[in-house]
């Protein structure tokens, strides 16, 4: 089974992207997690100025059969969510790394960054993860 | 638990990319490539073939047989004629629910049992602890493969594989060796979707050559496979029962509103008509509701109710609907307030949510 990974953006072990603009991340779901989920119906957002934390739940994402949550790439603070989503959410299916976006967050600590996954490293760990 | 058993159409499912789950014991497809939404769809307007070979068969036999059914049925089977299917729920004394079955009766004191995976050897143990005089009890399941073929464009698919004339076969009738070519199957009209439809059974060595009759012949039909995924959201479409969800151990088929099976009156004495008839009378304190949502947000098992801020019941089973494009689900609720509310809440995590009460079933398909 072919996913869709791409350049430019860095990818965590739960299957979120997050693309570093400045100080900011955006954040989605990778296509491999949206394959896995199925057809997204439900998505719940965080209110804006949300203090996240790396690893812990932010969203969450809702298929016909199963409830997912989105876990933040890094410690930081929400600082716009993708409203489209609440009445569109199966754009995370058709354009997961587009328009299915979920949040912006400003960065505490932007290094942690540079501890995600590259395109070459995430493609090596959904292959293993698909052995599984 | 023992390693998951495959059923002898396991390599289909890997040829057509099923996503493989393990499910009470077995490995079968939760959904293909098509994706669940696109199976309900495809049932609900052209046809769809799913592998139901987890289900146990149990064969039933002997001078005293309908007696013994009749006692451990809460359905009346006295009036069920050759070839004809009966549902039925199966008590404990206590009117708690062992499992819900069909009956087929091939002929006289011969009768064909169809039950549900997970609690196949459960009730084969209850029926063995039941049984009495001249009964022989024999759990065919391992012997038995069977496919739904579901959808309105079933039986134009499945009567070119045989010269039986499926057209004159009714809805829960069946006939018990029909050539499907050249299988030897039993075919009913029955299935778990809400639409037109066959279930058809044959010994596993046919298993092979029936599935790809079918695949074949459902070409030019549009025919796609769906999966667990699908086939649980159209059975909730068409309000359904699903054992472990809307009726167990704890809840009895009046709390779930399948009186019309359960046969209060019947001059036999059986499993659980005192307690049920008891119930009835004194009423119950959790009923089966429709609900849907008139807040986006997706319903699931389990999920508290409240009415005015009071917890009144619990989500049995819940979903999106394709075929609505609504959020749906079955609760069990208490009449006390459910019957004066036209509104509740739902609990989803931390936020509530506002739902409707509505009919059952949902989904009803025009004839």
Known sequence: MGYNIIDGVKYTKKHEWARQEGNEAVVGLSDYAQDKLGEIVFVELPDVGTEVEAGKGSAVIESVKAVADLYA????????VNEALLDQPEVINSDPYGEGWVY??????????????????????????DEK | MSEAKKTPFYEKHVALEGKI?????????????????EEVHDTRKRATIFDVSHMGEVSVEGKDAETFLQKILVNDISRLKDNAIMYSPVCYPDGGVVDDILIYRISGDNFFLVVNAANTDKDYAWFQENVFGDVKLQNLSPEYAQVALQGPNSEAILQQLTDTPLGEMKNYHFLPSVNVAGVDCIVSRTGYTGEDGFEVYCKNDGASKLWDAVWEAG??????????GSRDVLRLEASMPLYGHELSKELTPLQARLDRFVALDKEVEFNGQAALKKQKADGMDRMLY???MLERGVPREGYPVKSGGQEIGWVSSGSFSP????FIAMAFLDPEFADQAEEVELMIRTRSYRAKITKLPFYRRKK
């Open chain 1, 73 to 80: 790439p890094a410690d930081g603070t929400i600082t716009e």
């Open chain 1, 104 to 129: 912006k967050m400003e960065l505490k600590n932007e290094s942690q960054m540079d501890e995600l996954m590259d395109k070459p490293a995430y493609e090596k760990f959904v292959v293993e993860e």
């Open chain 2, 21 to 37: 789950v393990d499910y009470s014991g077995w490995f079968l497809p939760v959904q293909y490539s098509r994706g669940l939404v």
């Open chain 2, 219 to 228: 070409q030019k039909y549009e025919l796609n496979p769906a999966g667990l």
């Open chain 2, 290 to 292: 429709g609900l849907e």
């Open chain 2, 323 to 326: 075929t609505l494009d609504k």
